[in-house]
Structure formats: C-alpha cells, structure tokens
C-alpha cells in the first residue's frame, strides 16, 4: 500500500468515528405533538424519553412509572409538580409545554447523576443532555 492509500484510509476512519461519535451524543427526542398522554419510565437514574418535543401550551398526561427499586420524584418547579413515585409505582401527572423554549424536568434526588429531561417546543433543541 503507498503512503496516500494509507492516508486515504486513516482521514476515512477518523472521519466515521468523528460521525458515530457525534451521533451517539445527540439525544433522542421524541416528538409528542398532538398527543394526550405518554408512558414515561423512570428507571436507574433516568427518564426515557427523557426530551419530548410538542407544541406550544399542549397539555400531556405523563403516566411515569418508577421501574426501579429506588425512589424517585417527578419535578418541574415552574408548573407547581413535585410527584414522588415510590418503587414500582406508577403515577399520573399532567404538563404543560412552554410558549416557547424550554421546560426542565427531573428528580430532586438523582438530578445531579443525569435523572433529568426536557419538554421542548419550536426549534429549542435539548440543554441537559449529559
């Protein structure tokens, strides 16, 4: 092999893992729009899905359910919400998305190890995300 063969190969495999790796990074959004309620899981130190993206002023049922053996909440300050949900528990919570941008959510026991997410609306894109 010459030495450009070589070099060819070397940008190409730094090239694919710059793109695996940027893609593992982004996180997942799911889009709720038009939807009335939504199973949320709430697990070992994480909501999935933990971004939903709606519309402005939408209101969803949230049926979060706590699939762990730990306890955890279901917060949201700005919207007066601050569930616990025992374990193995499930329960029922209503939200409202924002005008616009963002709302943050998470458990006020496990916040600082990544238990959080996002309700998003228009072009806001996730901020939490760790």
Avoid: W
Avoid at 20 to 27: D, L, M, N, V, Y
Avoid at 59 to 78: A, C, D
């Amino acid at each position: 092999m010459n030495i450009s063969r070589i070099l060819v190969l070397a940008a190409s495999l730094s090239l694919t893992h710059s793109f695996i790796a940027s893609a593992a990074e982004r996180p997942k959004v799911k889009d709720v729009t038009g939807l009335a309620e939504l199973h949320l899981e709430a697990d070992e130190y994480y909501f999935e899905p933990a971004f939903l993206q709606g519309t402005p002023g939408q209101k969803l049922k949230l049926e979060v359910e706590n699939e762990s053996s730990t306890l955890h909440s279901f917060t949201i300050p700005e919207q007066k919400l601050d569930m616990d949900i025992p374990p193995k528990a499930k329960m029922v919570v209503e939200v409202t998305f924002p005008p616009s941008g963002v709302v943050h959510f998470f458990c006020k026991f496990h916040s600082a190890l990544g238990m959080e997410g996002e309700l998003m609306t228009g072009n806001a894109t996730p901020r939490s995300a760790k």
